[in-house]
């Protein structure tokens, strides 16, 4: 079923203890849909790119058949850059350089053809303009958003007013804490899902995610990488496997959402192996499904005699 992704498309700067790039391809919609594509083959991307974007990052996308129709191209200025460090632990990094270029003047239009996506994945963009999206689109089963602690700190009116809109929230554990002002997590997430999402997914990094929905609490474990050298895009690739497999199944269910936490854990661990999206970019079908075997083992707990 078709999956609308709504997000930046960039170029990003990095370093981390285990080396460094000055520059490749980044940005939430581009992390959603790569993950995205190994599942469903009906990916519209609507973003706004510059004058310097790469044919061979256009050719990437469409490479993955992620429609373009409804990628911007400003020739007035350059894509938004965003160059940032992050510490040896890599749970910490520090913003060294944003430059938002066309990105400033961002307008999500959404053309006719994508209006009727069954599933709408609002990466992390301006409350405003996820609203704006929602408001060209027509009853899609299921909209999913992702948002961060700049926007609860910075649009916590707009940002509540679009969480009424959505059905369900991706977050980190930090940014349920701040939005809920509870720092319980399972406390953190009812003051949540009463601001409208009816479920919520909140990330713990290393630690794995929870799921929430419905009176059921899944908690799923990250899948144990052993060569992480950049957790980059590592969420935006979550959210993107997580809705590519429901996309893919066409299926809402609890059960089905379950299954969707494990592919996103799956894509998640694969993207942290490689700086950027490298290693999104040529993935095999083996190698994703005997990794959400492994995983499933990895979580099975044995009976108690």
Request: charged letters at 25%; hydrophobic letters at 40%; a negative charge.
């Amino acid at each position: 079923m078709s999956l609308l992704v709504v997000g930046s498309v960039a170029y990003d700067g990095i370093e981390t203890p285990f080396g460094k790039i000055d520059r490749i391809l980044g940005g939430s919609a581009t992390y959603l849909s790569l993950s995205a594509s190994y599942f469903s083959r009906d990916i519209n991307l609507v973003g706004v790119v510059g004058r310097d974007f790469a044919d061979e990052d256009i050719n990437l996308l469409k490479n993955h058949d992620i429609d373009l129709q409804g990628l911007q191209v400003d020739e007035s200025g350059d894509t938004f850059f965003w160059k940032g460090k992050y510490h040896f632990d890599l749970n910490n990094r520090d913003t060294l350089d944003t430059q938002l270029n066309v990105f400033e003047r961002f307008d999500p239009v959404i053309p006719a053809g994508y209006r009727d996506a069954r599933y709408v994945a609002l990466g992390n963009i301006e409350p405003s303009l996820q609203e704006k999206v929602l408001d060209q689109v027509q009853k899609p089963d299921l909209v999913v958003m992702d948002t961060m602690n700049f926007w609860i700190e910075g649009t916590p009116d707009a940002l509540k007013q679009t969480l009424t809109r959505v059905d369900l929230l991706v977050i980190n554990d930090s940014e349920a804490r701040e939005l809920s002002g509870e720092p319980n997590l399972f406390k953190a997430a009812d003051k949540v899902r009463a601001m409208g999402p009816s479920s919520l997914i909140i990330k713990k990094g290393e630690h794995g995610a929870l799921l929430f929905t419905g009176d059921e609490i899944f908690s799923a474990p990250a899948f144990p990488v052993i060569d992480i050298f950049d957790p980059t895009g590592a969420g935006d690739t979550f959210m993107g496997g997580f809705l590519g497999w429901v996309a893919y199944t066409n299926d809402t269910s609890p059960t089905n959402l379950r299954k969707a936490v494990i592919f996103g854990s799956v894509m998640a661990s694969f993207c942290v192996e490689k700086f950027g999206p490298e290693r999104l970019k040529n993935l095999t079908e083996k190698e994703i499904y005997d990794r959400y075997r492994e995983f499933r083992r990895l979580s099975q707990i044995p009976e108690v005699d």
